[in-house]
């Protein structure tokens, strides 16, 4: 089918995003065709235009935060539990359900994943084609189009009632954020929690310090509206800075530091980690879930304190969550008033105003941008 899309042709250029006509093609075995309701433009779609995420290849599709309707199935697809209709979230990580990490219930790290930023669909090929090229797709996803043909491995199908348009923060942001929370730094009601970073991913783990009752959440952020946004999900204090961050931290912890740290910055610059140590208690643990510029290598890093006060440091992918369980539990706390979305998005676009929006979440005036797509 014919549709337009937003791409880079020459990725780490720091071009913008080209949006264009594209050809997709139909679904392939267990694939479905997707019709979008909405896109969150999450940060990482960013680091694929200044090289923070180098790639050796394009053009790519951009876009991994989606949400829409199935409109056709592929072959090998009945039986399977999808059919033409459902609602579906797309996850950033495919979960296969059977190798060896989905098997033990780490699904954001399923072996099909590791490919996601290779340029292809799962199976090696490309669905999307433009100026007679092929397209590759961001997280086998490329949701910077009002259709995508996907593998039902990236699918997670929710009720009917939830809407569309804000699910589609469900597909990355949300349990980003929200995981790193509950899951990765594991949370407890005794906890003074520390969130540098609050943006789409760092609000979340604002909400997952919420929902394990934290006693103190204290966020760091240098712009003033995330700071006022923090309280209303539920930051007991905000700061601009690690600098004046520090008293509060220190009179709130007997001068101990933080429980758990968590690090939801933009681009993770090295010399963010240090002091992001320094702020965790002795034993505390020190979450990182931005990403940081993948060719970034020199890090100052005081590894003499690290291990002689036993603090433990925890990358976190996907919020360390299991999309399959997570989506739809998100989405069930958002119909039962414990989990806000709709607060989550600032402002919505039409995807030919997509570099006006990748622009204003450079500079810091949204929570979420969503691109929406209407019929
Ligand atoms: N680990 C994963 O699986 C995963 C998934 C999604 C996104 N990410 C990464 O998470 C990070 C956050 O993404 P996002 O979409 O929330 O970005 P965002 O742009 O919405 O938010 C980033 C926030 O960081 C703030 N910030 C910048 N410098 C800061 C500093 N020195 N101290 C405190 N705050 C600072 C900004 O003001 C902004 O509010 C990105 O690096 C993104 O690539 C990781
Ligand atoms: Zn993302
Ligand atoms: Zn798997």
């Known amino acids: 089918m014919k549709t337009i899309g937003a ?6 250029t720091r071009s913008g995003w080209s949006v264009e006509d594209i050809e997709i093609d139909p679904p392939k075995s267990r694939e479905v065709l997707i019709k979008l309701a909405a896109s969150g433009i999450c940060h990482s779609d960013d ?7 180098p790639l050796d290849w394009g053009p790519i599709i951009g876009g991994h935060e989606g949400a829409g309707v199935i409109q056709e199935v592929g072959p090998d697809v009945e039986g399977t539990g999808f059919e033409v209709g459902d609602h579906i979230v797309l996850s950033f990580l495919p979960s296969c359900g059977h190798c060896r990490m989905c098997t033990i219930g780490k699904s954001n790290m399923c072996e099909m994943g590791a490919g996601v930023l290779g340029g292809f669909a799962p199976d090696g090929t490309h669905r999307v084609h433009a100026r007679g090229q092929g397209v590759g797709p961001f997280s086998y996803l490329g949701t910077f189009s009002p259709y995508v043909v996907v593998n039902i491995d990236s699918c997670v199908k929710i009720p009917k009632d ?10 990355c942001g949300v349990p980003t954020g ?13 906890d003074t929690v520390v969130i540098v970073g609050t943006g789409g991913v760092g609000m979340n783990a604002v909400q997952g310090a919420k929902h394990r009752r934290a006693k ?9 509206y995330k700071r006022d946004q923090a309280k209303v999900f539920g930051a007991t204090h905000s700061f601009a800075s690690y600098d004046d961050a520090a008293e509060t931290l220190a009179q709130l912890t007997n001068g101990q530091g933080a429980d758990v ?3 939801t910055v933009d681009v993770l ?22 990403a940081a510029p993948v060719l970034q290598r020199d890090v100052p890093f005081d590894l003499f304190t690290f291990a002689m006060s036993g603090k433990r440091m925890q990358g976190s992918l996907y919020g ?47 929570i979420r941008g969503v691109i929406t797509y209407d019929d």
Do not use: C
């Open 7 to 12: 791409l880079i042709w020459e990725p780490g």
């Open 47 to 53: 680091h694929v235009d200044t090289g923070d995420i």
């Open 162 to 171: 939830i809407p569309l348009d804000k699910a589609a923060l469900i597909g």
């Open 178 to 190: 929200w995981g790193s929370a509950m899951y990765a730094a594991d949370i407890t009601f005794d």
């Open 216 to 224: 103190n959440i204290i966020t760091i952020d240098p712009n003033a």
């Open 261 to 263: 740290v968590i690090l």
């Open 269 to 290: 610059h090295g010399d963010l980690l240090n002091p992001a140590q320094e702020m965790t208690r002795r034993g505390g643990t020190l979450v990182v879930t931005a």
């Open 320 to 366: 360390t969550t299991i999309a399959r369980r997570d989506i739809p539990l998100i989405a069930d706390l958002y119909k039962r008033g414990e989990f806000k979305l709709d607060e989550l998005i600032t402002k919505t676009y039409k995807l030919e105003q997509i570099n006006e929006a990748v622009q204003d979440m450079r500079d810091g005036k949204n």
